[in-house]
């Protein structure tokens, strides 16, 4: 299994709502990485998760409040977003830094609008 | 600061041609880098990777890229492209044995007539 799953595909919120993104592998990577990515753009790292700590935030907005709650599982817990944070959210994930093969296989994101 | 700089943003080609697109990146140590595509409405994929060895890497579906330390370039290249190949294509490097924070190019679209 070389995937990294992403739920849901779509999601459509108002400002004010709470929502969350779920990424899950089962690659046994530990390191799991979410990035943003803006419609003709390249991908832009948010965050990073290694053994379950986060080791990496990219100065990322608070509304934007990510959780590890295992070695497979990576979550994005969204609360009153701005319509400029309508975009694709990549989840990815690797081999930790120190392992040899460590490119990052990334899920097919999740497109989120925010009105 | 760290970047990545893929020349051409938009490239279209008619099939049976043959490609080459240009990436530099900006850091003076060692790294690790990465072609990755992306069609339409499909995820990233790796095509090829380069982390030491042979500077001339293979990847999937008959791309190659060739490293050349001296003028920080990781140039990505195959010699009769398909129409298959219509997608987008990101450059994307890393400093080595650091944080796995990889930098990405602005991608290049590239479009394969028939």
């Known amino acids: 299994d070389t995937e990294v799953t992403q739920t849901p595909k779509h999601l459509v919120m108002g400002m004010t709502n709470k929502k969350s993104l779920k990424c899950e592998q089962h690659?046994?990577?530990?390191?799991m990485y979410w990035y943003k990515q803006k419609a003709k753009k390249p991908p832009e790292l948010m965050f990073v998760?290694?053994?379950?700590?986060?080791?990496i935030n990219e100065s990322v907005p608070s509304r934007f409040s990510p959780e590890c709650p295992n070695s497979s599982l990576l979550n994005l817990h969204l609360h009153a977003l701005q319509p400029e944070d309508s975009a694709l959210y990549l989840c990815?994930?690797?081999?930790?830094?120190?392992?040899?093969?460590?490119?990052?296989?990334f899920g097919q994101g999740t497109r989120l609008t925010v009105v | 600061a760290q970047s990545v700089s893929q020349h051409n943003h938009h490239v279209i080609l008619s099939e049976a041609a043959s490609l080459e697109l240009g990436c530099n990146y900006s850091y003076g140590g060692t790294v690790n880098l990465f072609w990755y595509v992306q069609y339409p409405g499909q995820h990233l994929q790796l095509l090829l990777k380069?982390?030491?060895?042979?500077?001339l890497v293979k990847g999937i579906k008959g791309f190659e890229a060739e490293f050349i330390k001296s003028k920080f370039s990781f140039n990505l290249r195959k010699p009769s492209v398909q129409w298959s190949d219509t997608a987008e294509y990101f450059c994307?490097?890393?400093?080595?044995?650091?944080?796995?924070?990889?930098?990405f190019g602005a991608g290049t679209r590239l479009a394969v007539h028939p």
């Open positions: 690659m046994g990577h530990r390191a």
């Open positions: 998760y290694s053994y379950e700590k986060l080791s």
């Open positions: 380069y982390f030491s060895g042979d500077p």
């Open positions: 990815a994930s690797s081999q930790d830094r120190s392992g040899k093969n460590t490119e990052a296989f």
């Open positions: 994307a490097f890393r400093r080595a044995g650091g944080y796995n924070k990889l930098i």
